[in-house]
């Protein structure tokens, strides 16, 4: 099992920036995506970014060149740095990570973080 808690929303003015963690706990040694998703309300959950084992990153568009996705793996800590933030970047922020392991065979499994609320304003 893994636990992933997230941290650093608020309430913020057009043009500010604010960094979100999610730490994470458990059994961590097997995961091998991380990732940040967003949710505004009346809409999908939508995929921001991601970040693998080996450090490569996914951006959606909109948020390209504005959010930068990293990871500590020292403290099992994964970040979302948001720059230039929009009142359209309002929603509840949601870490996730992706375990891969073997077992006998290939088993996988998502994980979630409660979500932390980001609200920007015009």
């Known amino acids: 099992q893994v636990q992933l808690v997230e941290s650093g929303g608020g309430f913020l003015q057009t043009g500010g920036s604010l960094r979100l963690s999610c730490a994470a706990s458990?059994?961590?040694?097997?995961?091998?995506?991380w990732g940040w998703y967003r949710q505004a309300p009346g809409k999908q959950r939508e995929l921001v970014a991601t970040?693998?084992?080996?450090?490569?990153?996914n951006y959606e568009d909109s948020v390209k060149g504005r959010f930068t996705i990293s990871r500590d793996s020292t403290k099992n800590t994964v970040y979302l740095q948001m720059n230039s933030l929009k009142p359209e970047d309002t929603a509840v922020y949601y870490c996730?990570?992706?375990?891969?392991?073997?077992?006998?065979?290939?088993?996988?499994?998502?994980?979630w973080g409660q979500g932390t609320q980001v609200t920007v304003s015009s």
């Open positions: 970040i693998t084992g080996v450090g490569s990153t």
């Open positions: 996730y990570a992706h375990k891969r392991w073997w077992d006998r065979r290939w088993l996988e499994d998502d994980y």
């Open positions: 458990g059994n961590v040694f097997t995961i091998n995506v």
